[in-house]
């Protein structure tokens, strides 16, 4: 008996171009399934231009909350996402060796974490990170003197790069800034800096870094804020008013209806609090908003005595008060500037409150952006 015939196969590969373009359409959840699967699907994902492709069908935007925090004894530092509405904390990340001096909120999805004579930016969707060169060597006497020694990022939306910059001040000298770009393998030295002294903050806003630096090392003296050019590479010093809170264990910068503003950590007897709003269409003003919280919400967070920072997540201009320490109970504070409303989210799996190890209850909380862009 005849063996029936089989037609021959008419399978072929799939073109290159056509994997290409599907996963350019796909979540980043499958995308970093498929990287791990797959070498060419890796070679593909990690390419620089894919990020650009990827955010035209998936445009960048908030998606939730990231927490970072310490691990015991500081010896490393853990990233959570968690959803607007509290619930469980899903574990992301843990980057060594240590925790960061100050973490900066999310910038197209990258943050960066500040180690003064060098900076880690992270990306939490991918969650890769990436160690930039040291400022200086690490035999030069300057070493000892940090304190001063702040990185600040942002992306330039005219170039598309991400930059780095480092702001040094040693008292009885000049300052020196220096820029680092992403895609590069060494600083630049940077003229026409002011001679101020940084404070460990920073926020990103249309192409320009602010941060705000004292006039001296007299730290409750005035402070003036500082706006940098990404593209241009310029700085320029803005005055802050006189009764605006200047320092960060008083105030936040923060980023306020897409403007640089700081708001106040001190709730008055009236539960009230204040944000400044810089407006730069008419010269630098700045408009003062008081935020009345709604009267039993007050009334609640005075008398629990905690210690809150003030941020805004961008969803709707919703002001976030989260608590400076980790706690057996976490909750962050939702408030509707606008319909003046207030809700509690609680946040679950977060490490425990460790009560003989104060420095590893420190935690934050930013808005939680998906970029699929690679270090490689």
């Known amino acids: 008996m005849e063996k ?37 699907c ?36 853990h990233f959570f996402s ?20 100050y973490t900066t909120r999310s910038v197209n999805g990258i943050i960066l974490m500040d180690f003064g004579l060098y900076a880690t930016l992270c990306n939490p969707s991918t969650r890769q990170t990436f160690n930039t060169p040291f400022v200086c060597s690490l035999t030069s006497p300057s070493v000892n003197s940090t304190y001063f020694c702040v990185n600040s990022f942002g992306f330039d939306p ?51 870094v602010y941060f705000r630096s004292w006039v001296s ?22 005055e802050i008013p006189a009764k605006a809170l200047a320092r960060r264990s008083e105030s936040e ?23 400044w709003v810089l407006d730069e269409n008419d010269g630098d003003y700045w408009v003062q908003i008081k935020v009345f919280l709604p009267e039993d919400y007050g009334e609640e967070i005075l008398e629990e005595d905690i210690d809150y920072f003030v941020d805004c997540i961008g969803r709707n201009n919703e002001l976030l008060l ?24 609680e946040i679950f799996g977060l490490p425990e409150d460790r009560f003989s190890d104060l420095s590893s209850n420190t935690f934050r909380v930013i808005n939680y952006e998906e970029n699929v862009m690679s270090f490689t």
């Open 217 to 238: 090392t007299h730290k409750n003296g005035r402070t003036v804020l500082i706006a940098f050019d990404l593209h241009e590479e310029s700085f320029r010093v803005i």
């Open 42 to 77: 890796s070679s593909y994902i990690t390419t620089p231009s894919f990020a650009e492709l990827h955010a035209l069908n998936f445009p960048i935007k908030t998606v939730g909350l990231l927490v970072t925090c310490p691990a015991r004894l500081q010896t490393a530092q």
């Open 322 to 345: 989260v608590p400076q320490t980790l706690s057996d109970s976490v909750y962050v504070i939702h408030y509707d500037v606008v319909n003046r409303s207030m809700r509690r989210a």
């Open 253 to 275: 910068l923060i980023v306020y209806s897409g403007r640089p503003a700081i708001a106040d950590h001190l709730l008055l007897e009236d539960a009230t609090m204040t944000i």
């Open 158 to 208: 005219v170039s598309k790069k991400y930059k780095v910059l480092n702001s040094w001040a040693i008292p009885g000298r000049d300052p020196e800034y220096r820029i680092f770009e992403l895609g590069t393998n060494s600083w630049r030295p940077l003229k026409g800096g002011p001679n101020y002294y940084p404070q460990r903050e920073s926020v990103c806003v249309d192409g320009f």
């Open 82 to 101: 968690v959803d607007f509405d509290g619930g469980l904390a899903v574990p992301l990340l843990t980057t060594p060796p240590r925790f960061s001096r």
């Open 4 to 40: 029936e015939q089989q037609p021959p196969s008419s399978s072929k590969p799939i073109p290159s171009e056509i994997i290409y373009d599907i996963l350019t359409k796909l979540p980043i959840k499958s995308l970093m399934r498929f990287r791990c699967l797959s070498k060419l």
